[in-house]
């Protein structure tokens, strides 16, 4: 018997951001769904804009359900600033989006 596909639930826990060219932005993402996550795309928009900044990244990372996953993720052809807001959107391969707001420092 097929089985509805469970709901991707995931939740950034804590990010942060250095203000340089090319950061590495590290990130705490917990799964409390009961799915394995992957995630296949990660962004980075100034606060208040629809652009990215930078170039889209495949982070790579697998998430299994409960885990709580530390992982950096390195942008590039841009450079951040410190003081400023920027916002980390992260993209599933079954198109679940979260994101959140860091302060470069």
């Known amino acids: 018997a097929e089985q509805m596909a469970a709901s991707e639930k995931l939740k950034i826990e ?3 951001l250095p203000a340089t060219t ?3 932005a590290t990130v705490y993402v917990r799964n409390l769904g009961g799915v394995q996550v992957q995630i296949v795309t990660a962004y980075l928009f100034p606060v208040g804009s629809s652009a990215p900044l ?3 990244v495949n982070p790579g990372v697998t998430i299994n359900p409960g885990e709580l996953k530390t992982f ?12 400023h807001d920027y916002v980390i959107k992260l993209v599933t391969a ?8 860091v302060t470069a420092s």
């Open 22 to 24: 090319n950061p590495t």
């Open 54 to 56: 930078c170039d889209p």
């Open 14 to 16: 804590a990010a942060s």
């Open 94 to 101: 079954k198109g679940t989006e979260i994101a959140t707001t």
């Open 72 to 83: 950096g993720i390195t942008f590039t052809g841009c450079t951040t600033t410190s003081g």
